[in-house]
């Protein structure tokens, strides 16, 4: 076996496995194989915060379905790490979150930067490795990439500090990858009968089509049936928006045509999604998830299986795989749905077309606090746009081969229903785990995967505030980026809590901000300014055509202080006061 150090062993593994970028700010306790990244093809970007170190993993991995790598200093940089994790957790992004720790001759003596590294990340990576031995660098390396794609999340590498020194005999391993398969038998074939018995079949695209490259074969089975496919909440990438069966987003703020469509099923096949609870929740008024709907269920990993919905037949398999064989045993039986094609596609078309006229006409909020709002604001100085007619006329002016990120609030989930894609691995949102500060970074790593594609993120003031400051990541690194804030001067999505339960007394929501263009213009990007709704089309032209010339944008939009629904209506209760200092706060 070769002679080297394990620094050149962790190297060498890194790239075997493909790597040649990774995020995150530079340390010590690493400092030795950083040394020689560059000689082996892997360039650090340098970010400003390693929180947003691990978005850009993420995004990275969410576009190029390889890896995506961050590092940091151990201690204090490693605990940066872990809200990033947690959200590519939930992604089931492939991320390897390599952690330095303190060396292994002082842990437990309270040193500089010393803290316990693995139970931070125990409840969001799929495997962690430690390396206990110099010697047994390379093969848990190797094992943290194998295990991030073989399980679809994030892994954590953990390397005591000294132990990337010393001479070591090792052979680099080469990666494991694992075919998946279509899923069992009997489930398959129990699958294709429900399918084949169905009056009126649906289908949901998850984001397990994106990550198994589906989307062709997920077309092939819906258009074979004559079936609406709705996607899965907030995978909106997952089935091509222009195609006469896609029927839009089910979820928060997802699409009424989507969801009037599937309360009518009787049969669902969810392709690639694990149902999750907050995808399925009432929306709308409407409580439209089909109650007596036989449900058909593919997951690649078998404990998603019946875990949110109650399901009539479970596949555990790849859902690229599991379309295929579904469509040829469908080809060799009596497909009762097939007589209907005709008189449901005229019943799709319907219901989006009466989903479209009343997003066209869905100028602003219609209810109480909104409308109050609208009026205040006419009174003020200068000119607010109306969230929902700023996000149609940034819709309109998408470039299709866009990229777009979206952060948690208000109007950001609203977008929803607005954002439209053509091709996979374009839409990346925070997903469950909820977390502000998410869709810069996340698009700043997605543009380094794909450097050719438009890349563009949405982000409420505040959610922007936690992560504008990787705009001097884009500026330094030359990575463009359009990053579109929506300026309305409040929490937004906490805000309409207190409208709903509190009697409008607001704490702490309202923001008083500067001009975020002039603080992206001093990180030394271009800085633009909109309140007149004709030029939101024009200035995302504009600034996505800069993204050629290697320039970043921060279109900076002022919004009025309306208020879309609520993420959950039940996540709440009226407020009860017993005591009686407090009986007027109820």
């Known amino acids: ?57 993420d995004g990275y991995s969410r576009v190029s379905g390889r890896h995506g790598v961050c590092i940091a200093q151990n201690g204090p940089g490693i ?114 009968e429900l399918l084949a018995n169905a009056k009126n079949p649906v289908i949901i695209s998850g984001g397990g089509v994106v990550m198994s490259d589906a989307v062709e ?42 969801m009037k469509l599937i309360s009518r099923a009787d049969v669902v096949l969810a392709l690639g999604t694990r149902l999750g609870p907050f995808g399925t929740l009432p929306q709308h008024g409407m409580d439209y998830w089909p109650k007596d709907a036989k449900i058909i269920q593919v997951d690649c990993d078998a404990k998603m299986l019946g875990l949110v919905k109650k399901i009539s037949v479970g596949v555990c398999g790849d859902a690229k795989a599991a379309a295929v064989s579904m469509l040829k045993r469908l080809e060799e039986q009596n497909v009762y749905c097939l007589e209907t094609k005709g008189a449901r596609a005229t019943e799709i078309a319907a219901e989006k077309a009466a989903w479209e006229q009343e997003l066209d006409e869905w100028i602003h909020e219609k209810d109480d606090y909104s409308l109050d709002m609208i009026a205040e604001q006419a009174e003020e100085e200068g000119n607010y746009l109306h969230p929902r007619q700023v996000l149609r006329e940034l819709e309109k002016a998408m470039p299709e081969d866009a990229m777009v990120s979206t952060d948690i609030g208000n109007i950001n989930s609203v977008s929803n229903s607005y954002l439209r894609f053509e091709k996979p691995r374009s839409f990346f949102a925070a997903m469950s785990f909820g977390n502000c500060g998410y869709a810069l970074p996340t698009i700043i790593g997605a543009k380094v995967a794909a450097p050719e594609r438009t890349a563009i993120s949405y982000a409420g003031d505040g959610a922007w505030g936690m992560s504008m400051m990787e705009i001097m990541t ?74 050629k010339e290697g320039k970043t944008t921060v279109i900076e939009i002022l919004c009025t202080r309306e208020l879309g629904d609520p993420f959950r209506r039940d996540a709440l209760s009226k407020p009860v006061r017993h005591l009686e200092k407090y009986k007027d706060f109820c």
């Open 217 to 258: 074969e997920c077309k092939a089975l819906a258009e074979f049936l004559g079936a609406p496919v709705v996607n899965s909440y907030l995978h909106n990438d997952s089935f091509p928006a222009s195609h006469p069966l896609w029927c839009g987003p089910l979820g928060y703020q997802g699409s009424k045509a989507g």
């Open 79 to 192: 605990t940066n790490f872990v809200t990033a994790i947690a959200a590519a957790y939930w992604a089931h992004s492939p991320v390897v979150c390599i952690t330095p720790e303190t060396g292994s001759m002082s842990q437990g003596l309270g040193g500089f930067q010393e803290a316990q590294q693995l139970p931070f990340f125990e409840t969001i990576t799929k495997y962690q490795g430690h390396v206990a031995n110099p010697a047994r660098m390379a093969e848990i390396t190797a094992r943290c990439f194998d295990r991030a794609m073989l399980e679809n999340g994030p892994t954590q590498l953990n390397i005591p500090r000294d132990f990337f020194y010393g001479d070591i005999n090792v052979e680099i391993p080469q990666p494991i990858r694992i075919e998946r398969g279509a899923g069992g038998e009997q489930s398959l074939q129990e699958a294709a």
């Open 474 to 547: 884009c500026v330094r690194e030359q990575i463009p980026v359009t990053s579109i804030v929506f300026h309305n001067r409040q929490w937004g999505a906490e805000k309409k809590n207190q409208v709903d339960f509190y009697n409008r007394r607001f704490v702490a929501g309202d923001l008083e901000n500067p001009s975020f263009a002039e603080i992206a213009r001093g990180m030394g990007a271009e800085g633009v300014t909109i309140d007149r709704l004709e030029d939101v089309g024009p200035a995302l032209k504009a600034a996505c055509a800069a993204q």
């Open 1 to 57: 076996m070769p002679r080297m150090t394990p620094s050149e062993a962790l190297v060498e593994t890194l790239a075997a496995n493909g790597v040649t970028d990774a995020f995150g700010i530079m340390g010590s306790a690493f400092m030795d194989a950083m040394d020689i990244f560059a000689p082996a093809g892997i360039r650090l970007i340098p970010t400003v915060h390693e929180q947003g170190a691990g978005h850009m993993a």
